[in-house]
């Protein structure tokens, strides 16, 4: 028999992994609801035809496809080896596959709000908290199966929605102390100017696919690709030049803009800017933790972004990660489902590499692993109900407790409350029951005392 395992890029998450990722999932609830969004949820799987051609060619290459049921029926035999032979050149073919793994919360969100328009009110307002599934090579920091957490606004064009949400993410990396949060923003529509500017518009997909590989593959790297891509040496100079222009200066970009009457890049600055002092009316003087930065070399490489893009970084040094969040303005989303000119923008937040650097920096609170906050020695026969008896009254104050269920050697109970991390045992022995109190032994600080019910709940509340 071999032995039990997971697929490659999964976990089995422990308990104490599990309660540190609640506290934060719990943290960003609280700042979408304090915000006005609203949770919904969407099945793990759609309709493969929702999620292709939504992501750009490499997206679409990392979709988990779902095999259809009954490929084993002789009938279908000849069928399906026909469309394995279709799926292995590239192509689809709903003989083989119908369904997939949602690749992200976006898409599927545009489905839904298609789907329900008629019961929303609008401007929407939603977040989502989901696993995803990509099918990627595992490595620091990413998985094949992992959580992502959005916030999205459809059904309204104002900038006020683009400074919201940067908002929601500097106060809650500020509210996760998380140091050296860097949120790097730019335009689709500055992008779509480079492109302009270089006589290159049917090349914009192109031109963002290769910038969003520089962090990884640096300026030469990106230099390579856009020949590769079809662009010459003057429209790649051009590109280069751009993006870098006198430290992403808007001014500077937009002169160069408006030399070539270039209106489409124009708007984008303009957007950033209005954006930019939206925001600045909202911001939290406390926020120490980050900083916002225009950089013209940030893409989003997905294809549905049209205007505002953001991307979010932990820039500490003794992290080595990814970015941890993103998002943009997508002006007609909805319409790959038929519902046309409803526009939207939104942002995600990468849970797992959150989580990733709060444990590599060591940022989450002592007690956020602890789920019982007291347990009761067992000490058998009259003394167990006694105890059954404080047990109820302190779970209907709310006190996470625990009764150990069998009345063996003490120390044997003790060994368990340390090893689990309990930072109160309540002892209960035929002293205590005739006088109708308890003992309690403080672990963090290793005094013990009696006390009665009362005095207990005080304690512990």
Partial sequence: MSKPSIPQGTRDLTPEVVRKRQYILNLLRHIFETCGFQPIETPSMENLNT????????GDRLIFKILNNGLNDASKHEKTRTALENVLQGKNDVNLTERALRYDLTIPFARYVVMHQ????FPFRRYQMQPVWRADRPQKGRYREFWQCDCDIVGTNSLINEAELLYIYREAFYQLKIP??????????????IAEYC?????????TIAIDKLDKVGKDGVIKELNERGLNDTQ???????INI??????????????????????????LRDTLAFHEELKNNSWNNSEIKIDFTLARG??????????????????????????????DLTGLFGLKNLSG??????????YDVMEQLQLFPQDVSIGTKAIIINTGAANEIYALQVLKQLREQGIATELFPEALKFDKQMKYAFNRGIPYVIIIEDEERNQQNVRVKDFNSGKQSAMSIEALISTLL
């Fill in 199 to 207: 006589s290159a518009q049917d090349k914009l997909t192109d031109i």
């Fill in 302 to 331: 997905l294809s549905y972004y049209t205007g505002v893009i953001v991307e979010v970084n932990c820039i500490d040094p003794a992290v080595q990660m990814g970015s941890i969040g993103g998002g943009g303005r997508y002006d």
């Fill in 345 to 354: 923008v939104g942002v995600s937040f990468g849970i797992d590499r959150i």
């Fill in 51 to 58: 999620l292709m051609g939504k992501y750009g060619e490499e």
């Fill in 118 to 121: 008629h019961e929303l009110i």
């Fill in 236 to 242: 790649v100079g051009d590109i280069i030049r751009l």
């Fill in 246 to 271: 006198e430290t992403n200066h808007l001014d500077h970009l937009e002169k160069e803009f408006t030399a070539k009457n270039i209106t489409i890049g124009i708007e984008g600055i303009r957007e």
């Fill in 180 to 193: 050296n949060i860097l949120v790097r923003v730019n335009s689709r529509k500055i992008l779509s100017g």
